[in-house]
T-cell receptor, first 113, second 112 residues
Framework: KAGVTQTPRYLIKTRGQQVTLSCSPISGHRSVSWYQQTPGQGLQFLFEYFSETQRNKGNFPGRFSGRQFSNSRSEMNVSTLELGDSALYLC????????????FGEGSRLTVL | DAKTTQPTSMDCAEGRAANLPCNHSTISGNEYVYWYRQIHSQGPQYIIHGLKNNETNEMASLIITEDRKSSTLILPHATLRDTAVYYCIVRVMKTSYDKVIFGPGTSLSVIP
């Protein structure tokens, strides 16, 4: 079956703009989580959604937001982009069982100029 | 939530077993230990997970100490393709939320 799909794979924005990233989970997976990866901070948890509800959020400013649709697809949005937002944004899905592993997409690489 | 500590980097000779340690001294009873690896510029890949018993699959073995404060990932016969960053993760799974805290990771270099 198809894996986790993230779009776009690469994008370039300028400071002050906003960006929307999309994630399509594996069919049947209801939990979607987002991570930011930078060379300096490593992999950091952004937020997790289940059945269109945000269940948990990491320590990121309010400029970072997300949502999940009824088909479990998820989007994240970053407004008023800053240079430090340049990163690889990873999405992962899981079955939400108590032992379910996370399946990661290949990520969306955002560059802010 | 428990945190993990791992060595920053390790080397392993090709064909030998790679033993990657992880400390999670504040782990609680309902937290699982997961291992993932990330090859450069790709998304992390699931390797194995466990709660309290040792586990083995086609990729690796996971040894968890009896007190659950540490674990070791074993790649029995390392190949060059195993060169990657390995993340030891303590995963909190409760009915109200699912949160993953990534450790710093160990950069494993498999040497010919």
């Amino acid at each position: 079956k198809a894996g986790v799909t993230q779009t776009p794979r690469y994008l370039i924005k300028t400071r002050g703009q906003q960006v929307t990233l999309s994630c399509s989970p594996i069919s049947g997976h209801r939990s979607v989580s987002w991570y930011q990866q930078t060379p300096g901070q490593g992999l950091q948890f952004l937020f997790e959604y289940f059945s269109e509800t945000q269940r948990n959020k990491g320590n990121f400013p309010g400029r970072f937001s997300g949502r999940q649709f009824s088909n479990s697809r998820s989007e994240m949005n970053v407004s008023t982009l800053e240079l430090g937002d340049s990163a690889l944004y990873l999405c992962a899905s899981s079955l939400d069982s108590h032992t379910g592993e996370l399946f990661f997409g290949e990520g969306s690489r955002l560059t802010v100029l | 939530d428990a945190k993990t500590t791992q060595p920053t980097s390790m080397d392993c000779a090709e064909g030998r077993a790679a033993n990657l340690p992880c400390n999670h001294s504040t782990i609680s009873g309902n937290e699982y230990v997961y291992w993932y690896r990330q090859i450069h510029s790709q998304g992390p890949q699931y390797i194995i997970h466990g709660l309290k018993n040792n586990e083995t699959n086609e990729m690796a073995s996971l040894i968890i100490t009896e007190d659950r404060k540490s674990s070791t990932l074993i790649l029995p016969h390392a190949t060059l393709r195993d060169t990657a960053v390995y993340y030891c993760i303590v995963r909190v799974m409760k009915t109200s939320y699912d949160k993953v805290i990534f450790g710093p990771g160990t950069s494993l270099s498999v040497i010919p």
